[in-house]
Each structure stands twice: as structure tokens, then as C-alpha cells.
């Protein structure tokens, strides 16, 4: 349900069509004019955020909406106003976007998006641009071989290759993973490893400056990732540039031993602050991708459940 507290509700989306995204242009003399910006707008009084997200795109493109996901929120205070945005990703929608309120429209391939300028509350959007929804973690457990395992990851996902010291298995299960179209995440002592399309994770245990020090040396590194389970979490992380985050274990697992289920409410709640796409972890499969959803997260991720 949208907020009821003082912040402006926003519905904005991320829209798809032959691997290009849909931008407007800020009209000059307004707020942040001449920026580029995520098409949408505010919510009119009582509505919910799907029912805004449609209106807007009807009278802002004239399009009419036919498919969206839920993304992520983003709590933004611009010092004189604060703005929540609601993000969707639209895949599927009928009509040819014009700009009805005389702005400038445009396609842009996705990887052109970092050369624009935008408000800087869409800054998490643009990093989250083509983040898959699933991520698969290698634990040897029930792993095979590492490269045995990449082979058989048929959706595409972010593959986080935990515990796997740096070496040829290491090396030739991410490149692997990257030639199959996946991305890889890298823990600080498997950065040896590093090429393009990896990103790194933050473990609880590694030091926050050591991993910005690390992170200087990379060539783009993507997605930066951490787990969390509270606002102590949060707040420990605050200087990390997370571009998503790991919330567990929302379901008691035998890799969370001894430590209570967060639960589905919970998760939303720390979900919703973050301002990055998150990750519901503990017991997940892939089946749980709409309750996710419905609970403000982003995307699944896990170990035995993805086996």
C-alpha cells in the first residue's frame, strides 16, 4: 500500500522494447530541468502504485500499460521535498510513446544510460538496469563440479561462486558464466579472478575501507551486493555502494541455523528503506519470484532450493 507519511508518492518505469529503454526529458525552467528521467509521476490521492503507473503513462506517452513488474523502492529527500518512487519494469505495452506534454522522448540502448544525466534519485535505477531477478549460490554441498554447475544454470542470474578459492576452477567457471550470459559476484579474496561482468559482495566480515580500496583497482565491477539482516546491518554498510542487497533468512534454513525466520512483513520492511532492488534469501526456489514481488522485494536467491 503507498505510504501515508509526508513523502510525495511517485510511480516511475523502466520501459523495454528490442533491448532499448524509453526516457523523457525534464522540460527546462522546472524541477531538475533537463534532466533525463524514468517516465511517470504522482500519485493522485487513494490511488495504488499500479493504477498511477498506468494513468501516468497514458496521459504523459499514450501508451497503454499491459505488463509490469515491480522493481524496487527509492526514499529520496531533495532537502526542500521528499519522494518515494515506485519502480516497475514494463515489458509489454500497446501504443507508440509520444511525448503529449510537449517533452522530449527517446530509445536508448541500456548501455548508453550511464552517459546521461538524471535526477539523482534515479541514480539506483540506472544501476539496476538488466539485474537478473535470480541468484544462484555454489556451495559444495550440493554443488558438482564448479563449471559442471554454471553449465546447468539455464535461467539467466547472478551467480555468486561463495567459498570457491581463487584458481583455474575459479577462472574457468566465470568465464563461463559470463560467455552463458550470466553475472558473477566475487567475495574480496577471489578478486585474483576479477575480469568484466563480475561484481563484488561485502561479507559481514570483511572491512568496509578495505573493500573500497579493492573496489578502486576494478574496471567497472557490477552488480555490488551485500546481506543484511536489520538496520544495524544498514547502517554499517552505509558508506558500501550496494546496487542490491540479500535480506535473510526470511524462512528458517539449515544454513541459518539457530537463527529466527525473519517472516514476509519483515522483509518488506527492510525492503521498502533500502532504496536498491532486494533479494529475499532462506528457503527460496524460483516459484517465489511473485511473492517477492507482492512483498516489495526484488528477486529470489539461494543454495539447496536452486541445486
Not at 68 to 94: C, H, T
Request: charged share 25%; aromatic share 10%.
Amino acid at each position: 500500500m503507498p505510504s501515508t507519511g509526508p513523502e510525495i508518492q511517485v510511480a516511475c518505469a523502466l520501459i523495454w522494447r528490442n533491448e532499448q529503454i524509453l526516457l523523457s526529458k525534464r522540460h527546462k525552467g522546472t524541477h531538475l530541468g533537463g534532466l533525463w528521467e524514468f517516465p511517470g509521476g504522482k500519485f493522485e490521492s487513494g490511488e495504488e502504485a499500479m493504477t498511477c503507473l498506468s494513468r501516468e503513462l497514458k496521459e504523459e506517452l499514450d501508451i497503454a500499460l499491459v505488463d509490469a513488474s515491480f522493481m524496487f523502492q527509492i526514499p529520496w529527500n531533495y532537502g526542500e521535498k521528499s519522494v518515494r518512487l515506485w519502480v516497475y519494469e514494463v515489458s509489454r505495452f500497446d501504443g507508440e510513446p509520444r511525448g503529449l506534454e510537449g517533452q522530449d522522448v527517446s530509445w536508448f540502448p541500456s548501455e548508453l544510460l550511464t552517459e546521461l544525466q538524471f535526477p539523482r534519485a534515479n541514480g539506483a535505477i540506472v544501476r539496476a538496469v538488466g539485474l537478473p531477478r535470480i541468484t544462484k549460490i555454489l556451495d559444495a554441498k550440493f554443488a558438482r563440479e564448479p563449471k559442471t554447475w554454471v553449465r546447468e544454470m539455464h535461467d539467466r542470474s547472478v551467480l555468486y561462486l561463495r567459498g570457491l578459492p581463487p584458481g583455474r576452477d575459479l577462472e574457468g567457471a566465470i568465464g563461463l558464466a559470463i560467455g552463458n550470459g550470466h553475472r558473477v559476484i566475487l567475495t574480496l579474496d577471489q578478486l585474483n579472478c576479477f575480469q568484466e561482468g563480475c561484481g563484488v559482495h561485502l561479507r559481514k566480515s570483511d572491512e568496509i575501507q578495505d573493500a573500497l580500496e579493492c573496489l578502486e583497482a576494478l574496471d567497472r565491477p557490477w552488480p555490488l551486493t551485500s546481506g543484511i539482516r536489520d538496520e544495524s546491518d544498514i547502517e554499517r554498510q552505509r558508506d558500501w555502494p550496494s546496487d542490491a542487497v540479500f535480506i535473510s533468512p526470511v524462512r528458517q534454513t539449515s544454513s541459518h541455523f539457530g537463527i529466527p525466520a525473519l517472516g514476509w512483513n519483515r522483509f518488506s520492511e527492510l525492503a521498502c528503506d533500502l532504496g536498491v532492488p532486494a533479494y529475499a534469501l532462506g528457503g527460496m526456489t524460483k516459484s517465489d519470484i511473485e511473492v517477492v514481488k507482492r512483498y516489495w522485494g526484488f528477486g529470489v536467491a539461494g543454495i539447496s532450493g536452486f541445486q
